[in-house]
């Protein structure tokens, strides 16, 4: 079972909000330590699920949460040289560009660029791809 954090839309859109840490474009998702030593956190920004994923060479990416062949949480899938898996039919996507690397998927899922600033890891609104 995945946690789930949620930051405002209303903060995303540079509205500063009370409470939600903001570094330029970039949200205060989680802490590190809210994440698996390898594996996923689903969070939620502007209404639209993230997942912060950290790969077992210790880096931290975001990417879409929402499997490009399936529609379901690739936050619950597995974690492994560089790529998430979607635990439904067995997508493979590349966490640094969001690209598909196992079938079925063929559309690559959104990647969004990550900031750590000490214990707190901070998502930009921004697409990379």
Not at 54 to 79: F, K, M, Y
Request: hydrophobic share 40%; with cysteine; aromatic share 4%.
């Amino acid at each position: 079972m995945s946690e789930t954090s949620t930051v405002s839309g209303n903060a995303l859109a540079g509205n500063l909000l009370e409470g939600v840490d903001v570094i330029g474009s970039f949200v205060r998702v989680c802490s590190v330590d809210d994440l698996p030593t390898v594996g996923a956190l689903q969070v939620e920004i502007a209404g639209e699920p993230v997942a912060i994923v950290r790969d077992s060479a210790g880096q931290i990416h975001a990417i879409d949460d929402t499997c490009s062949h399936a529609n379901v949480s690739l936050s619950e899938g597995d974690v492994e040289d560089g790529e998430i898996e979607c635990w439904l039919h067995g997508s493979r996507f590349d966490l640094r560009s969001g690209n598909p690397t196992g079938l079925p998927a063929t559309a690559p899922i959104a990647v969004y660029p990550v900031k750590i600033d000490g214990d707190d890891v901070f998502v930009s609104v921004t697409k990379e791809s």
